[in-house]
């Protein structure tokens, strides 16, 4: 469908569909001019950029299986039940629960049943483990566009899914806890019963780092480990305090606390072998800003049990795995946020109408629309190539530093990018859009949580330097995409190569790198659109965002852009 609506062209005489007949309305006038309800549509054969991006990345999965699946998704997330079950476990936030009336300790948390509804539709889906159980190629692709429609479904519950999925690769440095707890997170039962992980019929994860006096400074990390008097070997007693920890029903942390041989990783389950309670105190839950279905406490550890994984003295190094899988996971939230919000202003726009005319044919809006179209398509096809390349270091463990470092580029520039096409969508929909009766205002508190944890912003373009200090093969790997492009638009060739002129004076001016990694960014997304999308679309990214003739706002693209292809390829109805 071309980018103007077929229906009430210019008249603003529309009544919501739904408005019963004959149901009490007052005298002084028809509800008119408001668009239908966005419900009961497939969010992924409605999006041509996922789809396309699906089908070239997960190709090695099986095409139609991975199409297959992210179609089965689609449809659930686009359900009207399901975007109330989305509604109903953010308006009832997830209470803590301390003690019983006798004044014992539960630690517990009670959520709405919505929230384990959600739970139950990700876990069913595999979002927080298709890779680990697939054992395929193209796995990690797959996977990453459920997780796409999982967050355009609900974000909260995408959170423990993350974790759930990047807890793995952590384990792996442990065998021994790995066969015993992989097999649960394996499993796509959700067993939302506070009981035994082993009595249970799978098992979900978190991560306890952040403590009060470090977040990104973990080294500075409080929390003491002493070995268990006659416990056996690997067993510890943690005392100290996690300032944040998410889904702290999970059934198991993976957490940090200073060994006597340094700072170790650990596992803490939420009972103890003996099947009795572990002491893991949930002091208070976070009165957050956005996310407010998901749970985030403050927690007390007091001679708590845990298991070390991984070597003493290693505990980075063991549970940076669990970062990194989880930065590619906030990268892909933070994309599904904006697609979200950006269907959102496209549906609103073909249906309501100002000034004689569909909000969506007013040459203005079209700029506006054409824009965040472009930061959605770009962002969908950077994250997609992503997941692909943790298929590639599967398969060719060369690959991860390259891996590494994409992800932390990607993590930055999707997250930043996140929180401003939000708000230009929500202003879309004028008024309305602001109103908590809609899914504008969860998205606009989501957008920005994805940018603080697993690593804020300086912190990672602070990473991204090291790497491009420390392991320039990375960078040489990484240039290579962009060298994928080559010839395919002259502003890229040009922009590339202004890229690695100033590489080679400032890389290493800690000052520069959000420069550094900002460039790096958008030279990897017009690659990513130059090489595969539309023309229309990496023209206009190119000319948007290489040359500097776009603004500072979104809406800016010069004239001559082909806006109206650019908003049919984005969302047709
Ligand atoms: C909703 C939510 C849920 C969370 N859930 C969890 C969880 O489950 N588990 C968990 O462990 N943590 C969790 N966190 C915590 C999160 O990971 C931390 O907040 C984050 O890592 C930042 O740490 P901090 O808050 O201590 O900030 P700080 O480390 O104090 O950083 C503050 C600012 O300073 C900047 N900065 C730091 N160092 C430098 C430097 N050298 N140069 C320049 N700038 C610098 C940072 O980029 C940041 O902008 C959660 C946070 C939120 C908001």
Redesign the pocket.
Known sequence: MAASSKTARGTGKRAAPGAAKGAFQGATHRVENQPPPLADYNVFETDRALVEALAREGADFGRKEGLKRARALGARVGSVEVQDWARLANRHAPELLTHDRYGNRLDRIEYHPAWHYLMALGVGHAVHALPWRAKQRGAHAVKAALAFLMNQGENGVCCPMAMTFAAVPALANEPALAEEWTPRILSTEYDARFIPARDKLGAVF?????EKQ????VRANSTRARPAAGEGEGIFLLTGH?W????PMSDAFLTLAQGPGGLTCFLVPRFRPDGTQNRFFLQRL?D?LG?RSNA?AEIEYDDTWARRVGPEGRGVHTIIQMVHHTRLDASVSAAAVMRAAVVQAMHHTRHRAAFGAMLADHALMQNVLADLALESEAATAMVMRLARGYDDALADPAAEPMVRLATAIAKFWVCKRAPTVVAEAMECLGGGGYIEDGPMPRLYREAP?NG????????IC?DILRTIARAPDALAAFAGELKAAAGGDRRLDTYVGEIEKAQKSNALDESQARVIVERLALAWQAALLVQHAPHPVADAFCASRLTGTGGRTLGTLSAGMDVQAIIARAWSE
């Open positions: 978190g991560m306890a780092m952040t470090g977040g990104s400074d996690k944040f920890c998410s889904a976070k957050k996310n985030s949580v603080i944890w697993e690593g804020t912003g300086n912190v602070l």
